[in-house]
């Protein structure tokens, strides 16, 4: 019986580890790729305003920030889903 215990702590503990690496990797992440959407979303009005480059330049750029607000409002809507991973570290904790 306590070979299985033992077992199961240590399974459980390397899924704890796991999820905990994957976690922090997935955050970094996240965090990366909101700074390039602030930052796009910082240069493209002033591509438009100063006149840089021609029509084609300035219509890529429009698309590009069409795109980045979709994004934005996407990760708005799914930041309900991102706060359900910092409640289930606690139900594996209490749980374990």
């Known amino acids: 019986m306590s070979d299985i215990t033992n077992y199961k702590k240590a399974r459980l503990e390397q899924q704890v580890e796991w999820h905990s690496k994957k976690a922090r990797h997935n955050k970094l992440r996240f965090s990366i790729y909101q700074i390039i959407t602030l930052i796009a979303g910082a240069i493209i ?3 438009n305003i100063a006149n840089i ?23 708005i809507s ?16 209490v749980l374990y």
């Open 53 to 75: 480059g021609d029509f084609q330049t300035r219509m890529i750029s429009s698309i590009i920030g069409g795109i980045i607000a979709v994004a934005t409002y996407l990760t």
């Open 45 to 47: 009005p002033l591509i």
């Open 78 to 93: 799914l930041a309900p889903c991102v706060s359900m991973y910092d409640f289930l570290p606690s139900v594996v904790f």
